[in-house]
Each structure stands twice: as structure tokens, then as C-alpha cells.
């Protein structure tokens, strides 16, 4: 390690290593497969840098983002290592300046963002350039259902085999399921050498807050922290322009980042942030993974972030250089809604979506955390320590009472009601409310109808947020977000533990203005399912996905959940070929069963008059199929011969016997039965 010690010297100025570093570059340098899950701010970088130079060959860096590698290779040059970078960004200048160092045999660290594994000809010129080492930079996003998934990410296995070098992998955010992924993809299920530095980044103070006022919320945060640069995270594009006019017109240097917008001021916003002390950062999660910039002293968060991981690694921006900083997160149920519906709008299949509620259950647990708010977050990642003393619960103890009753009375309702229905329908209940869907389950006839009425809707709502934050209920994506219980609430039911909660987050209506929603609380999930599979019918065609069915038809849908073809030909913009294209697949959706694709005779006619009298024609034939008495040769008619009848309807014997398909035969046998049909219709 000589060599690597008065390197860190001689080229990056550092005296020691940072905890943990030393045995990281030691095993890299040494050539072994390694793995090693570091705090941001922790030294990552310098782990595979420090190797590339007392390596033999090039290392090549996978990296995410275009900024991120732009900053290390300038940081690098600026230190006199010769580094390049493969990107989209390139000028054609900058191109042929890697390849002239690469030819000429200079060049240590190339960095390349994983998509360029897909070009052709990459793994031909990283064979031809002699790369000794392949490092791999924020390698949770190899991670299929992680919250930063990048699926080129999946061909760097395959390249470390095809190039038999060692492989080092880093990342900051890696949950135990992670981790694993990450050994199955990158290294073959070979498990490297591991290396695993906690995830406490002790002078980050954590704090979280019920949103009240959000924007007033924020621009109060922003204000006690005036002229100290920061970021503001938002979950929609439009919030960051709008926070970022707000924050400027209170007298804050603020700009906003989203990737909706062109490359060129996003490239300018990436290096006012750079170079500019006191700005403020409004923007969505795209802006943040490429940015190297030590001294970010605040981090807050307009909306619930995705889930833990993502939370941990956005509020690791924040104090790099060791020295204070501070977060805000809000959070609120319409935050909580929409990652709900994201998650069930999504593609992966339910055990994985069921996952990915489990994980927003875990950041609910951080939210409405009842004591120390780091131990909570460490103990996600299996870490155990003392109170922190430096968060918002530390500061100031919560406010808890006894609520064993009340999450019982929740309990008993879910069970009372099969796990079939989400928190609105089941607050509708405990209120004693007799909506017209709980009249007609019969539902004002249970002993929990209204036995809750001590809160109101929305400290109900307070309650079962607080409970999916127990982990006591989850979401059933198989029932559209039906609650249903886990192990873990079964004690509590039975009366044989108790649970504390968060009286401050059960406040009284503030009589403010609910948020207009598309759908009720109810038929939203159902919603979000219809959304998903309208979703997988657009990819597959390649279209927008209003082309398939508007929202205003998939709401339709979920309010009225129509049983059969006939009652979804009745649905507003479900025509007669998008009906054949779609329906069956999408009734599957709404009744939770496969649906039994009708004749095309058939389902030509549902939602039209002619439909009820095909299927009582269709019920008369069989009925008569053997002849009256059961005993005769078996004879019917197909469905398009059904489908004729129902459609001209004849008011004679001989004008049934011209149609196609009947004959004397059929007509005998039938007819009588036919005519009688249709005369009453």
C-alpha cells in the first residue's frame, strides 16, 4: 500500500484515508471482485481512482449521469491523472481527444455511462485498450425494482466476463435485497469481498412535518437559512417552477431543474450550482445523482420521496464536507396517494408491488416515527445505535398516547369486511356513515359500524397512515389496494400488545379545502390498476395512452365497474372495435377473474338491444337442443345464425327459415320458441 499512500498524498493532497477507505483500495488495487456500501459523502470515488493509478491498463467507470462524470473528470485533469469521458454531451473536440489518449496509451480512468454498452463496436475498442479494471459507480441501479433502475446497468456482468477483469462496485443506498441483486447481477452469485461502512452521516440532521401550508413551510425553512445554497426536491415538474418563482420573489437566488427541460439550461443550472454560493435548487429527482458539491447545507423535500433509499440518498447531497447540515421532509395523504397509485400503475407483477408497498410502509414508519428518527432510518438498513440527539424527535419528543383501541376498532373492520376494501370505504364504517355501497354490503349491520365517531374522517386517515407505518396493513394490489393485516397486527387484535402513536399527527379538520380528486378514495386504486394495464396496451402499440381509452373513460370504469361486455359497451368511449380490441381484457381488471371472451357474433352486439335477446335465444336452444321432450337428435344453432335473429328480427315461420343457418329443420325445432322470444321483446 506504499504506493497507494503517497499517491493519496502526491496527487489528491489527503494525509490518511477516511474511515474504511484503506482496506476498500487495498483489496481493488490487489485485483479481487469487491463490493462496498459507503455513506455519500463517505469517499467512494476515491476507492476506485486511488487503484486506476497503481493499476496496470485503463479503468473504465460506469457512471449515471453525464454531470457526474464531467465533475470527476475535470476534478481529475485538475490533479494531473489523464481521464476521459464517452458521453452524449461530448463535443466532437473532446471525442477525438479520449481516443488520441487512448491510442497513445495515457489515458487511467475512462468514464462511460452505461448505455454506451449497447452501442456497437464498445466491447471490440475496450478490448482493443487494454482495461484492466471495471469500476462501478452508484451500483444500485442494477436493481431491477430499485428507486434509480437503469437497465443497461444489466450488461456490465456480461462485460466482466467477456473481459475477465476484476470488478468493484459502490454504491451508497443498498438494502439487504439490494445487495443481493447486486451480487446476481454483477458478480455471476459469486459473492465478492464485502465491505459494508454504515450508512450514518451523524451531521445530517433529520426532521419531518405533516404539510400544513407547504409553500409557506418551505420559504420559512428557506428563510431561517438564507444565502446558504440548498436544494428544495418536488415530485412534478410544474412544482419547481412555481416554489422557485416564490422562493425568488422572497428574496432567495433560486432557479428550478426538471427533465422536461432542454439540455442547454440544465447544463446551466447544473454549473450556477457549481460555481454560485446561496442558490437554491428547485427540482424534481432528476437533478442531484451528478452533483459533487460539498458544501449543499440544506435538503428539503415538498413531497414524500419514493421510499427510504431514495429519501436516504437525496438528503445525502447535503453536508459532504462533513460539516453541518439540515433537512425538512413534508409529507401528507395526497403524497401518499400518489405513490400508492405509482406503485400500482406500474408493470412489475404483484409480489413485487406488494414490495414496493412494504418499502413506502417502511418510509411511513420513518414519518411517523415515534422516537429517535435516525435510529428508525439505520435500524431499515440492520444498523443499531443510540439516540442520535441530532433530529427533530431528539429535539422534541412526540407527543403519544395509548391508541391500542383504535387500531383495534381498524382491525376488526378490515376482518369484518374479508380484507376487500382500502381506508375509505373502512373509515366510512367506523364513522357510521350509510353510504349507498355500505347499504348494499350490508355493511351498517356490523358491530364496528360506527363505533369510531370520537374521530373525524381525517384523523381516521392520520390512524391508518400511522398503522401501514407499523406495518400493521398493506396494500393488496390482487384487490386494488384493498388493506389487508400482517402478522404483525394479529397480537394487537387478539389483546395481547398494545400500541403507542403520534397524537400530533391526529389533528382536527383545519377546515382548509380538500384536494379535488379524480376518483373517491375508494374507487382510486381500482383506478390505478386500469391505468396500468391501458399503460401496457399502449407500449405494446407504441401509441399515447389516451389513444386506448382518455381518463375520463377509465374513471367511468371505476366508479360504475361494469360486470359484463354489455354493461362496458355502455361506458363513454368504449366503441365497438375498441370494445373487441379491449374489454375483456380490461373486465378482468375490474372483476378480479378471466373473463370468458364471448363469439365474435356475440360480442358485435353487446351494449346493444339486440344483446339480451341473442343470450335468451342462445338459453331457449339449449334448453331445446335434444327437443322438448329430451329425447331427440341433438341440433343448435351457431352464434351468428343467433346473432341474424336478434339483429331482423322475424315475425314469421318462413321469414326464419330464409335465414341463414336455420332451415326446416332448426326452425321446427326452434322456431316457436324463437318467434316468442322475439314478440315479447
Known sequence: MASATALLSSVFGFDRFRPGQAEIVQAVTEGRNTLAIMPTGGGKSLCFQLPALCRDGVTVVISPLIALMRDQVRALREAGVVAGALTSGNTDEETDEVFRALDAGEMKLLYMAPERLAAGGTINMLRRIGVGLIAVDEAHCVSQWGHDFRPDYLRIGDLRKTLDVPLAAFTATADAETRTEIVTRLFDGQAPETFLHGFDRPNIHLAFQVKNSPRTQILNFAAARKGQSGIVYCGTRAKTESLAKALSEAGH???????????????????????????????????????????????????????????????????????????????????????????????????????????????????????????????????????????????????????????????????????????????????????????????????????????????????????????????????????????????????????????????????????????????????????????????????????????????????????????????????????????????????????????????????????????????????????????EKYLNCNSTTLSHIAERRPATLEQMERLPGMGPQKTERFGAAFLQILQEA
Open 253 to 631: 437566488t433560486a432557479c428550478y431543474y426538471h427533465g422536461g427541460m432542454e439540455a442547454e439550461p440544465r447544463r446551466a443550472v447544473e454549473t450556477r450550482f457549481q460555481r454560485e454560493d446561496g442558490l437554491i435548487v428547485v427540482a424534481t429527482v432528476a437533478f442531484g445523482m451528478g452533483v459533487d458539491k460539498p458544501d449543499i447545507r440544506w435538503v428539503a423535500h415538498a413531497d414524500l420521496p419514493k421510499s427510504i433509499e431514495a429519501y436516504y440518498q437525496e438528503i445525502g447531497r447535503a453536508g459532504r464536507d462533513g460539516a453541518p447540515a439540515e433537512t425538512l421532509t413534508l409529507f401528507g395523504p395526497e403524497d401518499i396517494r400518489l405513490r400508492r397509485a405509482q406503485i400500482d400503475e406500474g408493470l412489475a407483477p404483484p409480489e413485487r408491488r406488494m414490495a414496493d408497498h412494504a418499502r413506502l410502509n417502511a418510509l411511513l414508519g420513518l414519518a411517523e416515527a415515534l422516537h429517535c428518527r435516525r435510529q428508525t432510518l439505520l435500524g431499515y438498513f440492520g444498523e443499531t445505535i443510540d439516540p442520535c440527539g441530532h433530529c427533530d424527535l431528539c429535539d422534541t419528543p412526540a407527543d403519544v398516547f395509548d391508541g391500542t383501541q383504535s387500531v383495534r376498532k381498524a382491525l376488526s373492520a378490515i376482518l369484518r369486511t374479508g380484507e376487500y376494501f382500502g381506508s375509505g370505504h373502512l373509515i366510512d364504517i367506523l364513522l357510521g356513515n350509510a353510504t349507498d355501497k355500505i347499504r348494499a354490503r350490508g355493511h351498517d349491520d356490523l358491530p364496528t359500524f360506527g363505533v369510531g365517531r370520537e374521530y373525524d374522517r381525517r384523523q381516521w386517515q392520520a390512524v391508518f397512515r400511522q398503522m401501514m407505518g407499523h406495518d400493521l396493513v398493506r396494500p393488496d394490489p390482487e384487490r386494488h389496494g384493498a388493506l389487508r393485516m400482517t402478522e404483525t397486527a394479529r397480537p394487537i387484535l387478539r389483546d395481547e400488545a398494545t400500541i403507542a402513536l403520534r397524537r400530533d399527527t391526529i389533528q382536527k379538520s383545519t377546515g382548509r379545502p380538500a384536494v379535488k380528486m379524480l376518483v373517491s378514495d375508494e374507487d382510486a386504486p381500482l383506478l390505478s390498476a386500469l391505468k396500468a394495464r391501458r399503460r401496457a396496451f399502449a407500449e405494446a402499440a407504441r401509441v399515447p395512452a389516451y389513444v386506448i381509452f382518455n381518463d375520463r373513460t377509465l374513471i367511468e370504469m371505476a366508479e360504475t365497474r361494469p360486470e359484463t361486455l354489455d354493461q362496458m359497451a355502455g361506458i363513454g368511449g368504449v366503441g365497438a372495435k375498441k370494445l373487441e380490441r379491449y374489454g375483456t381484457a380490461f373486465l378482468e381488471v375490474i372483476t378480479g377473474a378471466i373473463a370468458e371472451a364471448p363469439h365474435p357474433a356475440r360480442r358485435k352486439l353487446a351494449g346493444r338491444d339486440g344483446a339480451a335477446v341473442f343470450d335468451q335465444l342462445h338459453a331457449a336452444q339449449m334448453e331445446l337442443a335434444r327437443g322438448a321432450a329430451g329425447t
